[in-house]
């Protein structure tokens, strides 16, 4: 039975006043393009490599990846608060194939998980509920962050089991590409901020609020060309998804964390997930990506990319370009 790849960049500001109705709606056309794939394909099961923002995640303990067993949505940005469908024996033996080959990966029972990870559900599915979804958390925020390498190990093990299940399984990898949001660092967060980021805690309305407020004023500042945060970085960004079109994911195992961080910024570290999705996707035979998008957008402080693929024998048709 087949695996399919949808794979999304995500922003909180997609759904926050600011940006132009033109960006929005342009957007909004690739992600209903991207949900008819996924309509189509009608996944019996949902796996959602993701990052967090500090909502789920701290430093008291950050594995390099995580797989649920049960899980629920914190609500940030306006997206699902409560429990998702997360198939508990399902996600077990999952992860027990996982570190039998050979990949170290931590389980939890009472995952939080944010926007990330929500959000490509909502805009994909209809809803957060709408199918059966194993959330992995892929850590592309907190440094020390492990190689790029061992995201392509995971996703290779995770493809390796669920190919044998006989279902219809949808891979989302949810983040990324270029992009250099204001995400605390350790290094340089003091008081609460950094209190938030070690020992976290749930927020409280107010706290979302005021945080909203600040990507907000932030997004406005970098659109305009103000602020100190780093540039998107289009011509990375082409070379990355060319090189997933391409299926030359062997390639990345090259490419160094400072090197992505230079080039592409701190959020940058998010297309692990789309490298994670796709190796999944590989260890079946080749693939084609059909869905294709790509749009650099200052205004959501991100360079905005949707990709789905499929193994070759299952589509026959030519991709889509419009990017």
Partial sequence: MPLAVC?????????????????LADIESALDEAARFVRAFDPEVVVVFAPDHYNGFF?????????????????????HAGPLDVPTVLATELAEAVLAAGVDVAVSLAMDVDHGTVQPLQRLLGSATARPVVPIFVNSVAVPLGPLRRARALGAAVGGHLSTLGKRVLMIGSGGLSHDPPVPALATATGPVRERIVHG?????EQRNARQQRVIEAAREFAAGRGGLQPLNPEWDRRFLRMLDDGRLEEFDDWTNARITAAAGNSAHEVRTWVAAFAALAGQGPYRTTVRYYRSAPALIAGFAVRAAVADQDNDSTARRRA
């Avoid at 794979?7 to 109705?21: A, I, N, Q, R």
């Avoid at 430093?59 to 997206?79: E, H, N, Q, R, S």
């Avoid at 805690?201 to 309305?205: H, L, P, Q, S």
Wanted: glycine share 12%.
């Fill in 201 to 205: 805690g749930r927020m409280t309305a």
């Fill in 7 to 23: 794979c999304v960049s995500h922003s909180p500001l997609l759904d926050l006043p600011g940006p132009d109705p033109e960006l």
């Fill in 59 to 79: 430093y008291k303990l950050m594995p390099p990846f995580c797989i649920a067993a049960a899980a629920a949505g914190v609500g940030d940005y306006g997206t």
